[in-house]
């Protein structure tokens, strides 16, 4: 083992210990190291956010902010229900599931967060390949559609709609398409689109893929419950009642504060 995995094993450990303090007698079913820099942590960054999921969490959303080792670290708990949510859904617009969307590092639950991050890109996935199709009718089974713009949309569309994201989402996206990094987050989506194609809704075509006619037929026919469905986004009015969307603000405006502007060792 080389010195930067070494360090690098300590830093996750120290990590699972807060969780775990956090998480005091509740279930933790996933914890990582996120962010386009979880896969620099060895090389001098001093920032770390790191997304912890726990059966039953009350409050439901909470931020903890920790030293370790000289690295400010940002712990963003959430409740398994909500989380979920807004996996399967976008409950909280995507602001908490967007981060199984990004590089992150398992530090615990690697299995159920994989599971999640395949969840969140099917999703993410099957709703641009029915926007296309609502947006070019007539040419969507026509487009030749490289797997890497699946991964930009979705990211990009979900910083639009979340200005805070855009630092993370920028930092990943400035990167060659050759990256590791964006190799990683591409392979969720490969995976995607392999489940689609056993389902006939895409086809290959060389490293293309095709939205299949048949598919784009469906989506077509049912354009009006497809069209409801994509204006759901007044859901944000019912997040500020229940006061949960002020706290997902909260969290990413900690993330990002400690970006721009690092805490100072007492």
């Keep these: 083992m ?3 995995n070494e360090n690098f094993n300590k830093l996750a450990t120290r990590i699972l210990d807060l969780c775990r303090d956090i998480a005091d007698q509740r279930q933790i ?6 962010g386009y820099h979880s ?7 001093k920032y770390v956010s790191v997304l912890l999921v726990i059966d039953g969490f009350q409050p439901l959303l909470l931020s903890y902010i920790r030293v370790i080792n000289g690295k400010y670290v940002l712990i963003q708990a959430v409740d398994k229900k909500i989380f979920e949510k807004d996996v399967r859904e976008g409950f909280l617009g995507d602001a908490l599931a967007i981060n199984l969307a990004l590089p992150y590092v398992p530090v615990y639950g690697r299995k159920y967060l994989e599971k999640l991050e395949i969840m969140l890109k099917y999703r993410f996935l099957y709703e641009l390949l029915v926007n296309l199709i609502l947006e070019f009718p007539e040419l969507s089974s026509e487009l030749y559609i490289k797997p890497e713009y699946f991964v930009v949309e979705a990211l990009t569309s979900r910083a ?3 200005p805070l994201l855009i630092y993370d989402v920028s930092n990943f996206l400035s990167k060659n398409f050759r990256d590791e990094k964006f190799k990683r987050v591409l ?3 490969n995976k995607v689109l392999n489940i689609l194609e056993k389902k006939g809704v895409i086809e290959y075509l060389n490293d293309y893929i095709r939205i299949s006619s048949d598919f784009a037929d469906k989506v077509k026919t049912r354009r009006n419950y497809f069209m409801k469905i994509f204006k759901s986004i007044n859901r944000a009015f019912l997040l500020l009642t229940f006061g949960i969307l002020p706290q997902v603000f909260k969290l990413l405006s900690q993330s990002q ?3 721009l ?4 060792d007492n």
Excluded at 29 to 34: D, R
């Design 2 to 4: 080389n010195l930067k």
């Design 29 to 34: 079913l996933g914890a990582c190291i996120c």
């Design 39 to 45: 896969l620099g942590l060895c090389y001098g960054e």
């Design 160 to 162: 639009r709609l979340f």
């Design 187 to 189: 392979e969720g989506y």
């Design 257 to 259: 504060a400690l970006k």
């Design 261 to 264: 502007f690092p805490l100072r």
